[in-house]
């Protein structure tokens, strides 16, 4: 899956990517949180966030991927500046 993942986020931004969803969901597409009900690589809360990406959103690491991707660049500006902030308050 990472492979796959590494395919789809720009080469400069693949490390920070990949530390997040490391951090986040340890690369587990069905990963739960069970305090908040985040889910999946991303960590989605409302997990039906993800519907955005897709309707096959809870088992699909591609549309998983392009969320938390569309996530990381809409809310920080880049999966590089979303790692900075993860850092910084170990949530993002």
Avoid: C
């Avoid at 340890?26 to 949180?33: D, E, G, M």
């Avoid at 519907?51 to 088992?59: N, P, Q, V």
């Amino acid at each position: 899956m990472r492979a796959l993942a590494q395919s789809m986020v720009p080469a400069n931004q693949w490390a920070a990517f990949s530390n997040i969803i490391s951090h986040e969901s340890s690369w587990k597409i069905t990963a739960v949180n069970p305090s908040s009900g985040s889910y999946g690589l991303g960590q989605a809360l409302p997990a039906s966030k993800m519907a955005s990406a897709g309707s096959d959103w809870r088992t699909n690491p591609v549309t998983q991927i392009k969320w938390t991707l569309n996530y990381m660049n809409d809310r920080y500006g880049s999966p590089n500046a979303a790692w900075s902030f993860w850092q910084s308050h170990h949530w993002y």
